[in-house]
């Protein structure tokens, strides 16, 4: 089983890969401004490539996001809305219609995202098949509207289609339990599905909205949805940050599927880990303990505590 | 002029590069664990492979790190004291005489550091000089202890040693204007400087004490030490985001020094940026705005304003 960590791109999550040319879409089309309704890695990832490109960025966010994640969406000089989740879409609309920015969300009732997203995804599967030097026998992602999963799984195809690889990869979309619209979709036979949504620590891939592309690479591939809860998706992320590696909650769906659905695979097996643990709502609002002139002694008993 | 992003490794700082040799020192020594005294980037980092090795860790922190880093140092699973700090480094040599832990800290008057710690700190002029496919001009380093200056500059002169390389980049140790203990060595003729510091937000490199390694990289290359206030430091690192890289201020302190000695040179520049924007004091404590029902034209004026 190998990590794919994509807390290692220029703003830390895996949505640099999509806004590098989503940004560039909006660059060719002559807008002269680019417009996103997201709370998170993707309003940053937005706001960062639309600064490098010279345009402004219009970030339209919800007071509920986290406060270290608010900083660093402002951080790139966008124009951060932080307006009431209703107002979201109808004002991104407006934006669009008036203004002619750019929109690296999606519009439409079911989830169809950015014409050109998946292409910037398909790169994590060029990068996967040049360092296992094969195609890997799954695929674990954390999914939300599954524009991750379905980008991988079409680079895989694509290798396939041009020769340089003979098979293509499972692909599991792991998804929060509270939510799930590719589980629900791939379950009753649907190109699609909405879903209620409960709590979830996870709230970068809390969807209510699936789309029919990760139905799509699910089906296409022999995979499946994958359902964790917030118990498992815990023990995920602390799991691999005792191996080093600090995730936000969200980011570590893909092991955590992985973990859950427990099927063994004659070849190797890639989580994708989407972001950095930075992004987590708690950050930063733990109590600090400070320790009243500790001994060697308190300390040794403190580590053999664990 | 090229940033060399040091936030893209696994725990998003340099500090990677020192702490995978420190801890393999560790293991090859057979130490039962790791101790550091360190508030950020450089106590997570230890934390982080630490736990990699299957090696316990004890962080000694202080109280005043900021908030966000706090979580991040606790999330690899060390044990975490926070000391009031005169308390620090008694402590970690109590814990390094009484059991045996492996210190990842300096413990001497002058800045002598890990004796492996540069081996790691190499590898960055290696992939400069792989990725620019020659030798730069000049680096400039944001500088403390100078010890990521001493192993960058340590690693061009052993490719110059080894014939792969024909010259040294001159290097320049980009401190504080409220401290510098490189600047005051190079200026006096000192073997090394300890000074008084007065305030600044660039914690992470806000050092009293300096050491010879750093001094020896700069008289060794034709470099100097340049110190940059916090006006000086604020500015690049918006200047920075403005081009979608977002790094904690002390960071910036490398390209700031370029700016501030305004000197042409014969080839390229590499400006290291050390670590991620999450780590600045102020993340995560601004307030939210929250906008009541905005219309395109208040986000049309918005934008218009900047």
Tied chains: 1, 2.
Excluded at 146 to 169: C, D, I, N, Q, Y
Excluded at 230 to 244: C, F, I, W, Y
Excluded at 245 to 266: K, M, P, T
Aim: hydrophobic share 40%.
């Amino acid at each position: 089983m190998y990590i794919k960590d994509e807390s290692r791109n220029p703003t830390w999550s895996h949505k640099d890969r999509l806004n590098r040319v989503t940004v560039s879409a909006a660059l060719a089309a002559g807008a002269p401004g680019v417009v996103v309704a997201s709370s998170g890695n993707h309003g940053a990832s937005a706001a960062a490539y639309a600064a490098r490109a010279g345009l402004p960025a219009v970030v339209i966010a919800s007071a509920e996001s986290p406060p270290a994640v608010q900083t660093f969406v402002r951080s790139y000089g966008a124009t951060v809305l932080t307006v009431a989740a209703e107002q979201r879409w109808p004002l991104l609309r407006d934006i669009v219609d008036n203004l002619g920015y750019h929109p690296v969300s999606n519009q439409t009732v079911t989830h169809t995202g950015h014409p050109y997203g998946p292409e910037g995804y398909k790169t994590v599967a060029y990068e996967v098949f040049l360092q296992l030097g094969r195609v890997p026998a799954a695929v674990f992602a954390p999914s939300g509207y599954a524009e991750l999963l379905f980008g991988v799984w079409k680079g895989f195809v694509e290798l396939r289609r041009l020769g340089l690889a003979g098979s293509v990869p499972a692909v599991f979309a792991c998804e929060p339990a509270a939510g799930g619209p590719t589980t629900r979709a791939v379950a009753t036979g649907a190109p699609a599905a909405i879903v209620e949504t409960g709590e979830s620590a996870a709230y970068s891939i809390l969807c209510e909205v699936g789309g029919r592309r990760g139905v799509l690479a699910v089906e296409g591939s022999g995979g499946a949805g994958v359902l964790v809860d917030d118990v498992a998706l815990s023990r995920a992320q602390r799991e691999l940050a005792g191996a080093g590696l600090w995730y936000e909650i969200s980011g570590v769906a893909g092991y955590a599927g992985y973990r859950a659905l427990g099927r063994e695979f004659d070849g190797p097996v890639v989580c994708i880990a989407t972001s950095s643990g930075f992004k987590d709502l708690g950050v930063g609002q733990t109590p600090v303990t400070v320790s009243d002139n500790p001994t060697w002694r308190d300390v040794q008993a403190e580590v053999e505590r664990r």
